[in-house]
Structure formats: structure tokens, C-alpha cells
């Protein structure tokens, strides 16, 4: 329909009366119509029926459903004398359908309407419509039938989509850019129909398609010759769209403040004013302006525009903080309060909600208003999703025990019905056991003594209702009740039932965190669950479950996984391939099997419950798109797409990795490290200098008959090793107290073995990534001056999962065509001995291709080459470091950047030597899982040697010129360079008792060698 500037005491055209009925008045009007329609004898008259029926239920009740849908079959019924009419039943049919869950009924509804408008803007608008209703016609009052078919097109999309039926939606979307691109219809028209199509694109995780989409409507945005034209309002929608599903959270929240100036040019604005005004201020002048005129539409898309920009600020998690942003926030929620003040009800609820949430944020807030605040909204709520977040925020965020809280839980325990509404009952079980947790865990509060019988009652109930269908209806709240009826068992002799409980909150947890895609929310959750994980590494290590400590650790692993994959989603220097890999396991793994019933329609409101049927079959639909995203993820991800599945947790460990060893012989031993996850308290509320560190140690000592064998303990080193980073050189005075990682099974295995056949050892060191292992002491096991090195050929890796993925990576015997990016020929010189490695490594490897800058590495590494796989890939260049890892820099001879993300675009050789300074595996944070080593292993690299820190160039280029001449000979990597480092050693004994030298060479992967 054309858009009408109207305000709310502004007459229309034809003497209608202005702004929007009252429900009350609409039903009544309706209902006067329809008499007089079914009464009068006048020609013609009757074919108001179909209108007044359709009007006749607006904003029904629950229990006004089956009259609704009644009411809207007979307006199809009725309206068989005019194509226009019946469309128009058929649309709204649809959300009749729909309110009773009938959602295939409601797409046929809205295919029925776009087929009864064959013919587009050719089909006739009834005469009597236009005098009726000469308002909603443009001058020609050809837009009308145009406008109801893209609303047809548009719902049939969304519910198609709804139900999971892309292909559909797809074709749909394709049809109806077709129509749209006549030559009747406007370049406006066409913009809706590719936003419909953008829409599909997003549904099927298309990161192709949805930039091309955003190209074509940038590009029909450019005819037009006002920035704040329609069309650009649609373009900045659909990007805004597009970052939204990407989870760019700081890209959708520009693109907001964007369409704020925008609507403040289209309503007349000053263009000097609107580029120097404040977000607030401008819309404070925006909506003062829009009242003077009594515009409601101004009014109400002002207030969306305010409210969401708050909203964008609360999911960057800048909010909590940065006061003023903070106060920012509170004063847009003025603004669209002051906006909707008088006809918007749910969005004054969901003002009442975000303000309250912010509020909290400071810590003189008052628990009792928050939960009062929370509750309000949890009863007065229109949407059922905004009374479910309200409800939430009070149990998790208001006062532990509160009553106010009990009551509104048992009220809705008692009215919700767990059949229709198994979905929410099943929620409000859980947030139930919840709010008792919170009481047990505090020692009980001033409204509810201790009861932890009750709570575990209550867990245990609401476990076996949150995973129906094998699809968890809520990972967080299943989590948090499963972590109850654990701690429910402490000091009751039933450790091994309570391990069990943890390990089924532990994969809650690792499904969870696939889905973070914030560093404020994965710290919320990494926080919130530690004890989940600390507490079951306590008692694995108490009833000496090696398995459930495999379980527990690699969960914790994942903690990065779902920050990873949205940086790779929306990370433009990121092949397209994989993001769009990327966005399918993420987008995935969210879904959960509740169906909505919002047509668009404020009879819509209230939404809907699936019915147990729909949440079975969701489900089964949901496990099809997780393996199916998962699968494609492992192909094209690598180590990290196995990391992505959840499911996957019990089948992985270390046991297993070396029972399918396949080149290993003599001694292989995994060692597993896992730092305590919160703070170890004195007792007196203060902190301890030393942080607790689980050591799990699996080996398997001689040939392919002997046993596997296990131990699992842990130590307290000091905090301060944890704390420190790769760049601090104390760590090498440190080193004695490092060599404590090594627990004295393993130290005993060090010391059997020969130096000529030194022990194979995988090491996987969370939160341990920084320490320089060759370098370790021995002194604990007899072995006076010497090393770990000496006795082990050592392997790092982020995880057992990703180490698992590795084995499985096949190898490439060739050692050729290789590329070489070595920085010895710049002026500057400061890389004064790489040339010399270059000369070894050409010298010994033949055919060696060397490349000097960016683009031309790109090209040679692309994806999409026919030309043969490059077989491995050196560089002896300048490396940079940042705090997220992907930002990590070579730089290139010719002075271009190359980075990890941009990496993350190539096809990796199954070998990269990054022989530069700061290549690990790590980032700022101490969190594995990054930088340059994952982005070549997710593109196809089995084996990556890196940098730790800024390691030094002459003695890396004597060390690198042994490992090329034996690479050459057929000496697989990781053994190539210990054998270099070692043989280097003992031809310079001097510079032992410098580690710093030569320790910061670290093979990442090679789990087969």
C-alpha cells in the first residue's frame, strides 16, 4: 500500500476519520456493517460482507480463535465476486490458520490470494472500495493490488520459512521479483521483492546471496536522488537485516543510528543539524515535531528506531562498562516512551523490561524494583516472548526468594496447559527449579529457608520436559537445573549420580556456547557455568573417572567455538564459503523447536505455543540441520567443525586418540592440562596466590599390544604463571617451577627413554598456551640438566577434538610446489639472517616458488585454483600480534599486510612454517583457539610451526637451515625440527641456558607424526 502521511487529528481523504480505530470500536463498526449488509436489498451492498467479517474479530482472544477462523472462511466465501476482495480474505485467513496452529492451511491461504491476483496491477480495485475506502489508493489506484500481493508473497514466504520449507520460500521470492520487475511496477516495488528474496537467502545461510542482494539494492538506491528516499530505507533495512544474522552487533547498531538520519532528512530536517546532533536529541526533535502535526506513523517508527538503538547498545555488552553509554541508552527508552505514549501498549512493556535490565547494571540499583519491574512485565506483556523474558530476568536478576516471583511461577504452573503449551510449561518448570537454586545456593533467604529436597525435585521434573525430541527447548535453563539437581547430592555418598548430573549440564553448556557470539556474553557464561566444570573435575579426579574428565575438559574447550564462527560469519576478508559454513552451524545449533504465530497482525500479540506434535517434528527437522551444517562444517572447517558438534563430546578422548594412532610407535602420551575455572577463596573472602590445575595424563607404552594407561590429579602453581603471556621473558626464569606441569607418570616415562627414541607427547595446555614446553626441567626425575626436549618430540594442540580431526587429515608425500616469503632484501635489513634461510631452504627443497607481496600470495593460494595443490608454504617475515588473534599480521616484503582472517580465504598447504615472530595459537586472553596456526589448519594445514613471541632471527635461521635439509630427505616435519633444535644444541651447549633463543619454535597439530 502506498504510504499516507496522516496524523492523528488530521482528517482523510474522503471525510474519514483520522489516526486508527479503538479494537472496541473497529468490532463494533464491523458488526454494524455486516447487519446492514446481510439486511439490505440495495444492488451491490453485500459486498461489504467479506469486509466487515474481516474486521469483525481484530485482536481476538483465546478463545476467540475458532470463531475467528470462521469468521474469515465465510469472508472468502462471500467475496467471490471481485478477484481484489477475495485476496484480501485470503490474507487474512492466513494469521486466522495460524492461531490455531494450522500453519500448511495458512500458507495455502496466501497462495490461494496471490493466484486469485493473477494478472498483477491488471486486476480491478472495486468501485465501491475506492468511495469507501479512497484513502489507501494512490491517484491512478493501480498500487493497491500490487501492495496486497507483495503482503501475500511476503507472509507465504515467512511462514514457508517458518516451516522449514526453503525451497518453496526460495521459488516463491523468485516469482515475485519476476512480477515486480514489469514495467507497471516501480524500482520501489522491485526493492520489496529482492528484500524478500534476501530473506530466503538469510534462512538458507547464504552469505553470497545475501551480499548480492545488498549490492542490487545499493545499486537501485543509487538512482534515486535523495539519500532519504524509500528506497533507501529499504537497503538500509535489509543490511541492517543481513549484519543481524551475521551477529554483527556493532554493524547493526550503525546501520540503526543510520536510519535515524535518514527519517530526519526525509521529515525536513536541516542537513547541517541532522550530521552534528546527538542520536537523542535528534529524535527528541524529530518526535516533538511529529506531535505537533499528529503524526502516529511518525510517532511510531520514531519510537522503533529509538528502541532499538537501545536494544543495539545492550547486545554489544558495552553497556555494562561505559556509564555514559549507559545513560545513553536510558535516554532513548525515554524517547520512545515519549513516542509511544498513548497508543503502544507491548512496546511500553518491552520499554519497562530493557530499562529495568540496564538499571541493574548499576550496582545501587534495587533488586526489589528490578523484580517488581520484571514481573510487571511478565503479567501485562502482549507478547508471549516479552512475558517469558520478563519472567526470566526476575527469577535470574530479582531478589532470591522472592515470593512475588513464587507466586507468579505457581500462577503459571497452575494456568499453562502442558499439553497445547508444552513448550512453555516445559520453560516454566525450568525457571522454577531455577528460583529454587538460587535459594539453595545462597543458604536459603528471608522469604524461603533452605530446601534443597525441593529443589532437586523440581530439577528433575523440568530436565525430562526442556529435551523432548533430543533438541534442548532452552541449553542454558536445562544447564542451570541439571547444575541443581547435582548440588543437590553434595554430602550425601552419591558422587558418582552427581558426576553423571554435571556431565549432562556440561553438554548443555558446550551446545551453548556454539551460539555465543559476543565476548560479553561468552564471559557471562564462562563465568556463570565454571563451577559446572570445576566441580566435575573435582570429583572425576575424586572417583578417578578419566572419561568424565575427558568429557569436562574438552567442553570447556569450546568456550571460543561460537565467538570464532560469528567472526568468520561476518568477517568480510573471509572466504564465502566459509562463512556461510560458519553461519549454518551457528544458526543451527540456536534453533530450538518452539513454532511462532506472528502474521504481522496485532490479533497476533499474543503468539503461540507449538503443540507437541509440531515441537516433535521441529525437532527431528532441527537434528537433520544441525548434522547437515555440521558435516558441511567439518569439511570446510576442518579441526573447528568438528569442534562444533556437541554430540560428539563422549565418543572423544584421549584413549582414543591413540588407539587410532596409525604411524606411532614406542612411547605416545597425550597430557592434558585444565586450570581451575574460578578463584580458590581462603575462607575469609580473600583470594589465594595459586590456581588448582587438573593434569590427565593417557599413555601407551611399546607396540600395538600394549595397554593404554591413565592418571588424573592435579597441582597449585602460582597464579602468576597463568596470568603472564608469551612476551614476558620471566616465564624463562619461571621454567622450574613450569616443569611442575609434568606429573610423575610422565616424568617417570622420560626418564626410560632413550634419547635416540624419545617419547611422542601431545600436549593439549589450556590456558597454558604461552609456556615454552621444550625447555622444561627435568630435575624431577633424576635427570639432572636436561629438558623436556631431550626426551620428548612435543606437539601442541587446542584440543583432543581438533587433534582427532588432524589424524583424520590426509597428507601430501610431495614436497613440492612450495612458496617462500622471506624478507631479506629490504633496505631496512632488520631481518638480517632470513636470506640465508631462504638460500638453505631452496637449496634443498626444489622448485621453490618465492612471493613478495600480499596479492600475489593470495592468488597462489586461492580456493578456487584448478592449478596443483601447493604442497607447503614457508615464511621468514615481520609478525604482529593483537589482542583477538585474527588480527595477527605478516608482513610481506613489498610492505603489504597479510592477516589471519585473510588467511582464512586460502587453501593451506597441509606444512606452513610460520618461522616469524607471533604465530601461536593464542590470544590475549589466554584462550586457545586463533591467530594464524587455526586459520591454515581450518584451510586445509595439518602441521603449522609458529612463533610463540618475538623469537630471534640468527638463531632461528641456523635452526631452520637443519630442518629444511632434513625435511628434504623425507624426515616428516615435527621430527625435522626437534632433531634440528636438538642437534643445535648440542653443538652450542652454551645456549641451553638461554631458552629464549630457540624454545619459541612450536609445532601446532601434526598428530599423526
Request: net charge negative; with cysteine; glycine share 8%.
Given at each position: ?6 496524523g492523528l ?17 473497529t468490532?463494533e463498526?464491523?458488526?454494524q456493517l ?5 439486511a ?25 480463535h475458532?470463531a ?7 469472508a472468502v466465501?462471500?467475496?467471490?465476486n471481485s478477484?481484489f476482495?477475495?485476496?484480501l480474505?485470503?490474507l487474512s485467513?492466513g494469521p486466522a490458520y495460524s ?14 490470494g ?21 484513502f ?6 493501480k498500487?493497491?493490488?500490487?501492495g496486497?500481493?507483495w503482503r ?9 520459512l517458518d ?6 520460500a ?9 512480477i515486480?520487475?514489469?514495467q507497471?511496477?516501480?524500482?520501489l516495488d522491485l526493492?520489496h521483492?529482492i528484500s ?6 538469510r ?11 545488498e549490492?542490487e ?11 532519504w ?17 551475521l551477529?554483527d552487533?556493532?554493524?547493526?547498531l ?5 536510519r535515524?538520519?535518514l527519517?530526519?532528512i ?12 546527538a542520536?537523542?536529541?535528534l529524535?527528541k526533535r ?9 503524526s502516529?506513523d ?10 532499538d ?7 554489544t555488552g ?9 545513560r545513553?541508552?536510558?535516554?532513548l527508552?525515554d ?10 501498549v ?8 530493557t530499562?529495568?535490565?540496564?538499571s ?8 526489589e ?7 510487571a ?7 508471549s516472548?516479552l ?5 526470566v ?8 526468594g522472592?515470593?512475588?516471583?513464587r ?5 503459571l ?5 502442558p ?7 516445559a520453560?516454566v ?9 538460587r ?10 529457608a ?10 528433575l ?6 529435551r ?6 532452552d541449553?542454558?535453563l536445562?544447564a ?13 555418598g552419591?558422587?558418582?549420580e552427581q ?5 549432562w ?8 556456547m556454539?551460539?555465543?557470539s559476543?565476548t560479553a556474553d561468552?564471559t557471562?557464561l564462562?563465568?556463570?557455568f ?19 574428565a ?6 570447556a ?16 576478508d573471509v572466504?564465502t564459503?566459509?562463512r556461510?559454513s560458519?553461519?549454518?552451524?551457528s544458526d543451527?545449533s540456536?534453533?530450538?523447536?518452539t ?13 503461540g505455543t ?5 515441537t ?15 558435516s558441511?562444517?567439518e569439511?570446510v572447517l ?8 556437541a ?8 584413549a582414543?586418540?591413540?588407539d587410532r594412532?596409525?604411524d606411532?610407535t614406542?612411547t ?6 585444565f ?6 577463596s ?9 590456581v588448582?590445575v587438573?593434569r590427565r ?23 602468576t604463571?597463568l596470568?603472564?603471556?608469551a612476551?614476558?621473558?620471566r616465564i ?18 622420560l ?20 609456556v ?6 627435568l630435575?624431577g626425575?633424576?635427570l639432572?640438566d ?6 620428548a618430540?612435543v ?7 581438533s ?9 601430501v608425500p610431495s ?10 632484501e629490504r ?15 631452496n637449496t634443498h ?26 604442497a ?8 604482529s600480534?593483537?589482542d583477538h588473534?585474527?588480527g595477527q599480521g ?6 603489504s599486510?597479510?592477516t589471519?582472517?585473510?588467511?582464512l ?7 606452513c ?13 589466554g ?9 591454515l589448519?581450518?584451510?586445509?594445514a595439518?602441521?603449522?610451526i609458529?612463533g610463540?613471541?618475538?623469537i630471534?632471527d640468527?638463531?632461528?635461521t ?16 615435527l ?8 642437534e643445535w644444541?648440542?653443538h652450542?651447549?652454551?645456549?641451553r641456558r638461554t631458552?629464549r633463543?630457540?624454545a ?6 601434526a598428530?599423526?607424526q
Amino acid at each position: 500500500m502506498p504510504w499516507v502521511d496522516e496524523g492523528l487529528s488530521k482528517a482523510r481523504t474522503g471525510n474519514f476519520p483520522s489516526g486508527r480505530p479503538s479494537k472496541k470500536l473497529t468490532r463494533e463498526s464491523a458488526r454494524q456493517l455486516l447487519e446492514l449488509a446481510e439486511a439490505s436489498a440495495l444492488e451491490g451492498f453485500n459486498n461489504r460482507i467479506p469486509i466487515a467479517l474481516i474486521a469483525l474479530y481484530r485482536d481476538p482472544a483465546k478463545n476467540e480463535h475458532g470463531a475467528f477462523l470462521a469468521a474469515r472462511l465465510r469472508a472468502v466465501e462471500e467475496a467471490q465476486n471481485s478477484k481484489f476482495v477475495v485476496a484480501l480474505a485470503y490474507l487474512s485467513l492466513g494469521p486466522a490458520y495460524s492461531s490455531l496452529q494450522r500453519f500448511d492451511d495458512a500458507i495455502n491461504a496466501y497462495g490461494s490470494g496471490i493466484t486469485a491476483l493473477e494478472g498483477g496491477v491488471d486486476v480491478a480495485v472495486p468501485e465501491w472500495l475506492r468511495e469507501d475506502a479512497p484513502f489507501v489508493m494512490d491517484e491512478r489506484g493501480k498500487y493497491t493490488a500490487l501492495g496486497l500481493l507483495w503482503r501475500l508473497h511476503s507472509r507465504r514466504i515467512a511462514r514457508l520459512l517458518d516451516a522449514n520449507r526453503v525451497v518453496e520460500a526460495e521459488a516463491s521470492a523468485s516469482r515475485f521479483v519476476s512480477i515486480a520487475s514489469g514495467q507497471e511496477f516501480t524500482l520501489l516495488d522491485l526493492a520489496h521483492a529482492i528484500s524478500n528474496q534476501c530473506q530466503v537467502a538469510r534462512a538458507r545461510r547464504d552469505v553470497t546471496a545475501m551480499a548480492a542482494h545488498e549490492l542490487e539494492l545499493l545499486h537501485l538506491s543509487s538512482t534515486e536522488a535523495h539519500s532519504w528516499s524509500p528506497m533507501h530505507l529499504v537497503a538500509s533495512v535489509v543490511k541492517s537485516s543481513n549484519a543481524s544474522k551475521l551477529k554483527d552487533r556493532g554493524r547493526v547498531l550503525q546501520l540503526r543510528r543510520d536510519r535515524i538520519r535518514l527519517r530526519a532528512i526525509r521529515y525536513g530536517f536541516d542537513g547541517a543539524d541532522v550530521a552534528l546532533l546527538a542520536d537523542v536529541e535528534l529524535i527528541k526533535r524529530m518526535i516533538n515535531a511529529a506531535r505537533t502535526i499528529q503524526s502516529q506513523d511518525r510517532l511510531r517508527v520514531l519510537g522503533n528506531l529509538a528502541y532499538d538503538v537501545a536494544v543495539g547498545l545492550w547486545f554489544t555488552g558495552v553497556l555494562e562498562h561505559d556509564f555514559n553509554s549507559r545513560r545513553v541508552a536510558i535516554d532513548l527508552l525515554d524517547c520512545a516512551e515519549d513516542a509511544w505514549r498513548g497508543f503502544a501498549v507491548n512496546g511500553t512493556y518491552a520499554i519497562r523490561l530493557t530499562r529495568a535490565r540496564i538499571s541493574s547494571l548499576d550496582p545501587q540499583y534495587s533488586r526489589e524494583s528490578l523484580t517488581l519491574e520484571c514481573i510487571a512485565v511478565s503479567r501485562g506483556a502482549l507478547r508471549s516472548g516479552l512475558r517469558r523474558n520478563g519472567l526470566v530476568a526476575a527469577v535470574r536478576s530479582g531478589v532470591v526468594g522472592s515470593s512475588v516471583v513464587r507466586a507468579r511461577l505457581d500462577e503459571l504452573l497452575g494456568s499453562v496447559d502442558p499439553v497445547r503449551a508444552a513448550g512453555e510449561f516445559a520453560v516454566v518448570m525450568g525457571l522454577s527449579a531455577e528460583w529454587w537454586f538460587r535459594v539453595n545456593d545462597a543458604g536459603g533467604s528471608s522469604e524461603q529457608a533452605l530446601d534443597w529436597e525441593s529443589g532437586e525435585r523440581a530439577a528433575l521434573d523440568a530436565v525430562t520436559l526442556l529435551r523432548p525430541a533430543g533438541v534442548s527447548l532452552d541449553p542454558e535453563l536445562e544447564a542451570t537445573c541439571w547444575l541443581g539437581a547435582a548440588l543437590s547430592l553434595a554430602g550425601r555418598g552419591r558422587e558418582i549420580e552427581q558426576l553423571e548430573r554435571l556431565l549432562w549440564s556440561v553438554r548443555c553448556v558446550a551446545e551453548l556456547m556454539v551460539t555465543v557470539s559476543t565476548t560479553a556474553d561468552r564471559t557471562r557464561l564462562s563465568n556463570g557455568f565454571a563451577r559446572v566444570f570445576d566441580t566435575g573435575a573435582a570429583l572425576s579426579v575424586e572417583l578417578g573417572d578419566h572419561d568424565a574428565a575427558d568429557v569436562i575438559m574438552e567442553a570447556a574447550r569450546r568456550d571460543r567455538v561460537g565467538l570464532i564462527l560469528a567472526e568468520l560469519a561476518r568477517n568480510p576478508d573471509v572466504d564465502t564459503a566459509i562463512r556461510s559454513s560458519a553461519l549454518a552451524v551457528s544458526d543451527s545449533s540456536a534453533a530450538i523447536p518452539t513454532t511462532t504465530t506472528t502474521d504481522g497482525e496485532d490479533g497476533d500479540e499474543d503468539g503461540g505455543t507449538p503443540a507437541a506434535s509440531s515441537t516433535e517434528s521441529r525437532s527431528a527437522a532441527i537434528l537433520i540441520d544441525r548434522q547437515g551444517a555440521v558435516s558441511d562444517a567439518e569439511r570446510v572447517l576442518g579441526p573447528l567443525g568438528a569442534l562444533c558438534d556437541a554430540s560428539a563430546l563422549m565418543s572423544i578422548t584421549a584413549a582414543s586418540i591413540l588407539d587410532r594412532r596409525s604411524d606411532l610407535t614406542g612411547t605416545t602420551v597425550v597430557l592434558q592440562l585444565f586450570p581451575q575455572q574460578t578463584s580458590q577463596s581462603s575462607g575469609e573472602d580473600r583470594e589465594v596466590s595459586t590456581v588448582r590445575v587438573y593434569r590427565r595424563l593417557t599413555w601407551i607404552e611399546g607396540g600395538d599390544d600394549s595397554a593404554v594407561e591413565e592418571h588424573l590429579d592435579h597441582f597449585d602453581p602460582p597464579k602468576t604463571l597463568l596470568a603472564t603471556s608469551a612476551e614476558d621473558r620471566r616465564i624463562f626464569a619461571w621454567l622450574p617451577t613450569f616443569a611442575q606441569i609434568l606429573p610423575q607418570p610422565l616424568l617417570d616415562l622420560l626418564a626410560r627413554a632413550d634419547r635416540s627414541s624419545p617419547v611422542r607427547l601431545m600436549i593439549v595446555p589450556t590456558g597454558l598456551f604461552h609456556v615454552p614446553f621444550d625447555a622444561l626441567p627435568l630435575s624431577g626425575s633424576g635427570l639432572r640438566d636436561e629438558m623436556l626436549i631431550d626426551r620428548a618430540v612435543v606437539s601442541v594442540h587446542g584440543s583432543l577434538t581438533s587433534m582427532l580431526a588432524l589424524m583424520r587429515t590426509d597428507t601430501v608425500p610431495s614436497i613440492v610446489p612450495s612458496i617462500a616469503v622471506y624478507d631479506g632484501e629490504r633496505a631496512d635489513g632488520e631481518l638480517k639472517h632470513v636470506e640465508a634461510e631462504f638460500v638453505s631452504l631452496n637449496t634443498h627443497v626444489p622448485g621453490v616458488i618465492r612471493v613478495r607481496g600480499a596479492e600475489e600470495l593470495r592468488e597462489r593460494l586461492r580456493r578456487d585454483s584448478d592449478s596443483e595443490p601447493i604442497a607447503m608454504l614457508a615464511m621468514g617475515v615481520h609478525g604482529s600480534s593483537d589482542d583477538h588473534g585474527w588480527g595477527q599480521g605478516k608482513t610481506m616484503p613489498d610492505g603489504s599486510i597479510v592477516t589471519a582472517a585473510q588467511a582464512l580465504g586460502w587453501k593451506a598447504p597441509r606444512l606452513c612454517v610460520l618461522a616469524s615472530c607471533h604465530s601461536p595459537i593464542t590470544t590475549a586472553d589466554g584462550v586457545e583457539l586463533s591467530g594464524f596456526p587455526l586459520a591454515l589448519m581450518l584451510t586445509g594445514a595439518a602441521t603449522v610451526i609458529g612463533g610463540l613471541y618475538d623469537i630471534d632471527d640468527k638463531a632461528t635461521t641456523v635452526i631452520m637451515n637443519r630442518f629444511w635439509e632434513l625435511y628434504a630427505g623425507g624426515t616428516a616435519p615435527l621430527i625435522a625440527l626437534h632433531q634440528a633444535k636438538v642437534e643445535w644444541l648440542h653443538h652450542n651447549p652454551d645456549v641451553r641456558r638461554t631458552p629464549r633463543l630457540w624454545a619459541g619454535l612450536v609445532t601446532y597439530g601434526a598428530a599423526t607424526q
